[in-house]
Each structure stands twice: as structure tokens, then as C-alpha cells.
């Protein structure tokens, strides 16, 4: 309780400091310094992001709205679609659990080799997706090890359904696990203590303290995933076998629809796609801004 | 036998949380069985061949210059992203404009846009028709069905590595070394180019490296605007499809295995920079904030 102290002495926090520091001329540049920079960024941000985005809806109904439902309802666009829509709904789901298995397990856990399970779970972002593609065909392909024995028995994963899940789960492997780790590890374990020290069980303490503590980590998770499980192309059209109406997902129906030089439809299909990028985009900047504190500290804004 | 001597704490989980077994058991088996195995599978198809195998696969004028290709194009595109990527990083950490919020969601936009998409829009966009195309096409640069399509399409895919990889440094350095240098008497381009850069460019460098490793294995963004011609705009991961629908699988995993085998050295390179520039930080942090006189004659 010292009345007498000098205020001016006191620690920046209490004085204007930020105000300050923003006019304060030495660490920032000159005024038209800043404003071509600033310019700069931006007219590339414009040619290299935005011109292409804007492309796409312009290719899309260059020929009309009716033209372009009619592409969207074709039965093979359809098919398409509703492919799309069957393999994300089996990977996400796959990815979210390993994502939170190897969490709970990094994050909450000494063990030995640790640096290296979350080195090889970042495996898959650095290989090319045709090579995601290609280790399943040599597994499971007509040539492939266990070819002969899969056609014994009447089964095929190559240029079918599972084949093009595989594919889409091993390039969506690392979102949701790489999102949680950092998340929970500076989250720490003192609520899952309080929680076991007052009588929960391994299941409530998860349920009850550690889920909802890492909800918004999760979902952020989740759309990164699940964005990049519906649009993947190269891994997919690998194992697909591009038949028509049976294997194509979106993406390779807008490759085949391009090839045959119908671009109209197949900027219609891509602008779904694009749609789905721009949802996606939009839900993750509301994440970032409203929940950021519950995110890990990379995603913060 | 020595596991039963050693102390019980070696090894084992310090915590008392419950379930460690079953999520590490889970999380690798999965592991394994999804990544691993198959992984495995690609070098043992690769290493049927012999090295002589190997290397005349290696050998071969189509995939010598398709590799040569993926990894000249993914470097260029990451030191223009290196460049760009670092104006765009400073201008959105350091100024503030109009429009901000909006064209920062719009960074991470080649993360959300399929490739697919991306390559059929920046194939319109720079045909001798498209937007830019009609352009540049007249002053003699052809840049859709030329290595330097592949090279635009790779700086699109790659930018947000850069970018997400510098703001956080960035916005963490801190203020207090610039005004310290101004105060010393350095000029703004010195502080930049002497305080500030050194601080950043080890992330510069994982960004650098994160858009490279990327962009060699890119495939859905590249096909449509490189033109695929052999020897000239045909990338790596286009020769391992054309190889495999040949049916030559021995050929298709020796390609890959090339590609996999620079891409995991890069890998290791960029965790062990990592590692290196976080602990630098670490220790450049540990040292104590001295107490303040005022405030600690205050507190009690």
C-alpha cells in the first residue's frame, strides 16, 4: 500500500504502450514503403488466388444457369457426388480416431520414440499423392501381393470402393492427429487429474473433461480432413479405374469432363468443389476467430 | 533380460492417466497397417529389381528428365514462394489495411481447393486464350503447356507454406530488438535485413522446405496445365501413372522410391532444423526477466 509511488516509474503495461509503439517510427517503414508492399501483396495474392477462384465460377455459367444445372444433375455428376460424399463419410470418421488415439498417447504420455511416432505420422504430407496411389495397387492390384489371393476368393480393392477409401485415408492421415497433439499437450493433464482424483473413470475423464476441452481442435481437424478427403485426385485417380458412375468421385468426373474438352461441365463439377474450399474456408476463420483460444497456438489470430 | 533389472520408471508412461496402452497400441497398429506396410511394400518392389535394375530404370532418358523436372519446377516455385511468400507474410503481420480479414482466409485457399480444380482454373486462366494468357502470349511468353506452367501451378500449392509457416515467427519477434537497434543507429533496411531476417530464417527455411517437398509430388494442379509432353513438361508423378498402366510396376516403384527416398532426407532436414531453431528460441527465452525495483517493493 504505498501511496506515494511515481507512476512514471511503473512498467509500460500501464502507460500507452502499443499506441506509442505503432507511431513510433523506427520500427516499422515509411509510409510509402508500407503501401507498396502492402500493394505488392496484394496484386499477388489477386493473380495467383483469387483470379483462379474467380475462374472457376466464370467458366461455370459462361454458357448460362441452364447449362450449368444441367451438368450438376447428370446422372454420372450425381454418382459422382454421392461417391464423394460415401468415401469422406468412411475416412474422416477413421482419421478422427487414430487422430485422437495418438493424441491422447503423445500429448498425455512419456515414452520412448515419441519424436519419431509423431515424425511418421507426418509421413503422408510428404509423399505424392500418386504414390499413395501406387503402394495400394502394388498390395492389392491384379500384379500385386495379395492380387491372386483377392481374385480367389472374389474380392477387389483396386479399382473399387475400398481401394479409393485407402487411398483417401492415408493422404488425410496426419489432419485430425497433427491438429490435436500441440492442443493437448499445452493443454496438459491437471483436468484429467482433478477429474480421476474425484472419482471418474478413464471414460468419463475423456467424455467429460478432455473432449470438451478439445472440441474446437477437433472440428478444426475435421474440416482441414475433410476437405482435403473429397477434393484428393491424384492418389484416387491412381486406384480408381475411372469408371463411370461405379469410381469417379468429383474430382475425377472434372478431369474426365475436361479431357473430353465438355468444359462447361466440367467447370460446374469443379464449382461445387470450389464451393466446398470456400465453405471450408469460412468455417475455419470462424473457428480461428472465435474460438483461437481453443486452438493450438499455430492457429491462433 | 536386462528390462526386468532396469528401475520400473524407465520406459513408462510418468502419468497416471488411464489408456495408454490401448491408444498407442491403436494408434500404431493403424499406423502400421495404413502407412507403414504399404510404404515397406513400395522399396521391397523397388528392391526386386537389383541395383542394376534400379539404375537402368533411374538410368532412362524419360524418367531422368522427368525427375530432373518435378524437383528443377518445385524449387523454382519455392524460392518465388519464398520471396512472395515473405512480402505477403510481413504486410499481413506488420500493416493493417482494408480488407485484411479477407484476403488472409484467401491464403490458405490452395490448402481447401482440390487440385483438380486448381489446375483446370490456372490452365484456363493462363491458355493463349484465358485471362492472362491472351497477355503474355503476344509478348512472346507462353506459360500453359510449358515447364513454366508447372512452376505457376506449384507457386499456387505452395504460397501457404510459406506464408503459415513465417506469421507466427514473425508476429512473436520481438519489437524491443528493432527500436534497440534504431537506437544504436542502425537504418530501417539494416535492422530488417540484420536483426529481423536472421531471427526468421529458419522458418523461412521449413517453409521453403515444406513448399519443395510439396510441390515434387504435386500431381492433380500440374497435369492440366503442363501439356505432358516427354522429356520436356512430363513430371514424375506422371511417369509413375503411365508406368503402372503399362503395367510395369517394377519401373513404377523404382520411380517412386527415388522420389520418396530425396522427399524423407528433406524431411529429416526440415525435423532436425526444426528441433535446432526451437531450442535456439528456448534458450534465447530462458533467460529470467530481471524483477522490476518498483514493482516488487510494491507487491507485498
Known sequence: MNQATDHSLLDPPQLPFEPLLQRNAVVTEQPWVRWLLTAAALVFLGFFLLLPLVGVFTEALRHGLGVYWQALTDSDALDAVRLTLLVAAIAVPLNLVFGVAAAWAIAKFEFRGKTLLTTLIDLPFSVSPVVAGLIYVLLFGAQGWFGPWLIAHDLQIIFAVPGIVLATVFVTFPFIARELIPLMQEQGNDDEMAALSLGANGWQCFRYVTLPNIKWGLLYGVLLCNARA???????????????????????????????????????????????????????????????????????? | MRSVVAP??????????????????????????????PLAGVFTKAAG???????????????????????????????????????????????????????????????????????????????????????????????AFTPLGIVVALTFVGLPFVVRTLEPVLRDAEKELEEAAASLGATRWQTVTRVILPAVLPALVTGFALAFARGVGEYGSVIFIAGNLPQVSEIAPLLIIIKLEELNYGGAAAVAVAMLVISFTLLLAINTLQAWSNRHRQRSRAAPALPHPVLQGEGS
Open chain 1, 230 to 301: 473429397m477434393g484428393e485426385f491424384g492418389a484416387v485417380s491412381v486406384v480408381s479405374g475411372h469408371i463411370r458412375g461405379e469410381t469417379n468421385t468429383m474430382p475425377l468426373h472434372v478431369e474426365i469432363l475436361y479431357n473430353e474438352y465438355n468444359f462447361a461441365a466440367a467447370f460446374a463439377v469443379a464449382s461445387l468443389l470450389a464451393g466446398l474450399a470456400l465453405v471450408t474456408l469460412v468455417l475455419k476463420s470462424i473457428l480461428e476467430a472465435r474460438h483461437g483460444g481453443e486452438l493450438s497456438t499455430s492457429r491462433r489470430h
Open chain 2, 8 to 37: 520400473p520408471a524407465a520406459g513408462r508412461p510418468r502419468s497416471a492417466l488411464p489408456g495408454f496402452g490401448l491408444s498407442l497400441g491403436f494408434a500404431i497398429t493403424y499406423l502400421s497397417l495404413i502407412v507403414l506396410i
Open chain 2, 49 to 143: 529389381l537389383g541395383w542394376d535394375g534400379l539404375w537402368q530404370v533411374l538410368g532412362e532418358p524419360r524418367v531422368l528428365s522427368a525427375l530432373k523436372l518435378s524437383f528443377g519446377t518445385a524449387f523454382v516455385a519455392a524460392c518465388v514462394n519464398a520471396v512472395f511468400g515473405t512480402l505477403v507474410a510481413w504486410v499481413f503481420v506488420r500493416y493493417e489495411f482494408p480488407g485484411k480479414r479477407l484476403f488472409d482466409a484467401t491464403i490458405d485457399l490452395p490448402f481447401a481447393l482440390p487440385t483438380a480444380v486448381a489446375g483446370i482454373a490456372l490452365t484456363a486462366l493462363y491458355a493463349g486464350n484465358g485471362w492472362i494468357g491472351q497477355w503474355l502470349e503476344p509478348a512472346g511468353i507462353k506459360i
